[in-house]
Each structure stands twice: as structure tokens, then as C-alpha cells.
């Protein structure tokens, strides 16, 4: 009985998450859901990211938390368009919240819109919300095992982002073995070392990004 619960739950939800993308990828827009825990550095690489590309690429943001708006301020501070979804508790963004989120944001004018999910690596990653890919993002002053013990987000994530490398050093992160555990979820998982803060690093996951969204104005 419970399981049929659930199941009716994740049904509903992919059939909105379904309308999402459909929108989405009819407006042209490519869309990346932003996976990690809470203090892995998600709004601080979305603000690096914004400042690199805003030259050439129109952007959008959806921030996902449980309550507040302090990092929609941040990114609002970059000049392009947010908008704040609070979960009022909820450890995920589903894709009925990001369907209202998409009635605020002016979809004509976005190329690149990031979903930065709430602080969480379990069940974002069984939420479809429309997106065309999902990142994980890790840092290293978390544990080298988290691919081992949150293996679902690591299978289902196109791209990782591991963040704060200038910290490595510092703390008892074991690089290869996050790298093979990352991997043998996910073989040819793209790893991006970087360092938001410091902005080292962060020429390959930019260019992962430019390179999604070309592919996405040929299909
Ligand atoms: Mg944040
Ligand atoms: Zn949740």
C-alpha cells in the first residue's frame, strides 16, 4: 500500500516534470539541476559561473530552499532574473514548484536557466523536474565516501563539480578515492576540480556548459 503511494506521488510528478521540459526545451532554454548537500558551495560556483558567462549567454536562476531568500538576493545581485522557491520544509524541489517558479521568469529572454536545488544529495536525485541534465556538486572539506554512500545522485548526475580543491590540504579528502568511487557508479562521470572561491579550475566546467548548450541549439 505504501509503495503504490509513493509510486502515484513520482508518477504525478513526472508527468509535470514532463510539461517542464517540453516548455523549457520549446523556448529554446537548456536546463541544469543543481545537486549537493548543504555548504558544498552551490550558490557561491553559480555566482562564479554567471559572472564568467554572462557575456554571451542569457541566464536564469531558480533557487531552491527551505525558507529564506538570502541566496536569491546573491544571484539577483549579478543581474539576471531569480526567482526564490520556498519548500516551507520539503528536502526537494518537485516539479510542480519549479512550474510555478517558471511563470515568474521572463522564459523568452533565458538561454541557460539553473535549478539550484535544496541542500540535499538523497531525493533530489529521484525528482525529475524537467531538466535536460543534473550536476552534483561536492566539496573537499566533505567526505571522499560520499559517492559510495549517495550512490543514486552519482548515477543519475551528467556532470560532477568537485569544489574548494584550493582547501585540499587542509582537510582528509582522499581526491582518488572520490574519483573512483564516483566512477564505479558512474564510469565516464565528466569530474570538474575546481575551486569557486578562488576560481581555480573553472575553465573545464564552463566550457561542459557552453558545450551543452550548442549541442542543445542543433537538436
Ligand atoms: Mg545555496
Ligand atoms: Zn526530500
Redesign the pocket.
Known sequence: MEIKVLRNVLEANDAIAAENRRLLRGKGIHTLNLIAS?GA????L?ERTIEALKDHLRMGVI?G?IAGS??AE?IGRHGVPVVQINTGGDCHLNASMVRSALESLPLDGIELLFV?NV?NLVCPAGFDIGEDAKVVILSVAEGDDKPQKYPLIFERASAMVLNKIDLLGMVDFDLDRARSAARATHPDLPIFELSARSGQGMEGWLDWIRSKVRRHENS
Open positions: 548543504p558551495g552551490k550558490t557561491t553559480l533557487e530552499d538570502a541566496d546573491r539550484e541542500g
